[in-house]
């Protein structure tokens, strides 16, 4: 069964300073990778995914993501986190089959940016 | 172009009591799907419907149930409400295409059983 680790329920970081959230993956075939941020009260919004086309993969806000096969990887990071930058972040993992998909989400790691 | 929209956003119920949540894609999404979120479990998918049909189910009681409409608006019903369905219940919506499918969510519904 697919799964998704996320190692860290909570980071602390200073303003400036570099973000890093892992996520590691568990499947026997190639999967696609997502990660997303939840700021409170709000939903899911998509930061960035990872469909095989690059390895490297670049979102919204100035975060990007390696995927790392030999590691079973996928871990965000930001150069300068930015006080804004505080929120929950998910990694999460999807097989389509067909045209059917369905996401399996890490536990979330929380982010904390101090001045 | 409106994102995911969903309603009620916050809602309380009695236990023993029933409840819909309803979901507007995304304007041309036809894959709908529900995902429950809460503080003990994390984020954890219900099912998803697909013109009007469900194509996935997750592993939850059949308490829980959902729908999909020909306009592709879709309502979740959770029956005989339990203390443990407290929760922010969020819907998605995707195009699909074959290969990767990129999911939008909504706000969500926060529902509170007492």
């Known amino acids: 069964a697919q799964s998704v680790t996320q190692l860290g329920s909570h980071v602390s970081v200073s303003e400036g300073a570099l973000v890093l959230l892992r996520c590691n993956y568990s499947?026997?075939?190639?999967?696609?990778l997502f990660w997303y941020v939840q700021y409170p009260n709000q939903g899911l919004q998509l930061l960035l995914k990872y469909t095989s086309a690059a390895t490297l993969v670049k979102g919204i806000n100035g975060f990007e993501a390696e995927f790392k096969k030999s590691e079973t990887s996928f871990h965000l990071t930001k150069p300068s986190a930015h006080m804004s930058d505080a929120a929950e972040y998910f990694c999460?993992?999807?097989?389509?089959?067909?045209?059917?998909?369905?996401?399996?989400f890490g536990t979330g790691t929380r982010l904390q940016v101090t001045l | 172009k409106a994102g995911v929209t969903q309603t009620p956003r916050y809602l309380i119920k009695t236990r023993g009591q029933q409840v819909t949540l309803s979901c507007s894609p995304i304007?041309?999404?036809?894959?709908v799907s529900w995902y429950q979120q809460t503080p003990g479990q994390g984020l954890q998918f219900l099912f998803e419907y697909f013109s009007e049909t469900q194509r996935n189910k997750g592993n939850f009681p059949g308490r829980f149930s959902g729908r999909q409409f020909s306009n592709s608006r879709s309502e979740m019903n959770v029956s005989t409400l339990e203390l443990g369905d407290s929760a922010l219940y969020l819907c998605?919506?995707?195009?699909?295409?074959?290969?990767?499918?990129?999911?939008?969510f909504g706000e969500g519904s926060w529902l509170t059983v007492v």
């Open positions: 999460a993992v999807s097989y389509p089959v067909g045209t059917a998909s369905k996401l399996t």
């Open positions: 304007s041309g999404h036809r894959s």
């Open positions: 998605a919506s995707s195009l699909p295409t074959s290969g990767v499918n990129t999911i939008y």
């Open positions: 499947s026997s075939v190639p999967p696609y």
